[in-house]
């Protein structure tokens, strides 16, 4: 049995989702906010945040700009999926196109989850405000660095700051993706009809 190509992106999304919502599941009901576990050293962390706003925790004009982002994000959810339905019906599109879309989708609407839906769920929000739960942390910084590291303002050089999760991880690596190469694809114009 063959199975077709709307199928697999389909199957794709669904477990991209799972992923994303069983993750931030576990973390939401097994650890405390603030906690932190380490995974590699002091080079891995799970650490559990709640994100608020945008990405690496932007806000963008308290509750009524809450609103607004989110009902923004319900958009551009809508129009990606609708751009990949019409790239599906269509023999030609390269299938790294349609999962580098996939995962941008799935990404968004992992996010979008928590804010819809976690404020109500975990009763500390109405429907739209909730927080997206962040916990994916890699500082790669500190004690186990070699004499004459980097050292400015008395501390060791952080790698990278943000704590992210993986819908945020989805979002990034399927936009890297298209952007490094598939972005011929893009560059014609009849693929944007």
Not at 87 to 105: E, F, M, N, Q
């Amino acid at each position: 049995m063959k199975i077709s190509k709307g199928t697999r992106i389909t199957i794709f999304i669904v477990l991209m989702l799972v992923i994303d919502q069983t993750m931030k599941l576990l973390v939401k009901t097994n650890m405390s906010l603030g906690e932190s576990i380490s995974v590699f050293g002091n080079w891995f962390y799970l650490l559990f945040i709640e994100n608020n706003g945008m990405a690496f925790g932007m806000q963008f004009g308290g509750q009524i700009g809450k609103l607004a982002l989110s009902l923004l994000r319900v958009v551009l959810i809508v129009l990606i999926a609708i751009y990949l339905h019409r790239l599906l019906k269509r023999d030609d599109t390269p299938a790294g196109v349609l999962y580098g879309l996939a995962a941008i989708l799935c990404g968004a609407a992992g996010n979008m989850i928590d804010c819809m839906f976690y404020g109500i769920i975990f009763d500390y929000a109405p429907f739209m405000f909730g927080k997206v739960v962040d916990m994916l942390y890699f500082p790669i910084i500190d004690t186990d660095l070699p004499a004459g590291f980097p050292v400015w303002g008395g501390r060791h050089i952080v790698f990278f700051r943000p704590i992210f999760n993986f819908a945020d991880s989805c979002i990034t690596c399927g936009a890297i993706y298209l952007i490094l190469f598939k972005w011929r694809f893009f560059a014609k114009e009849d693929n944007w009809k």
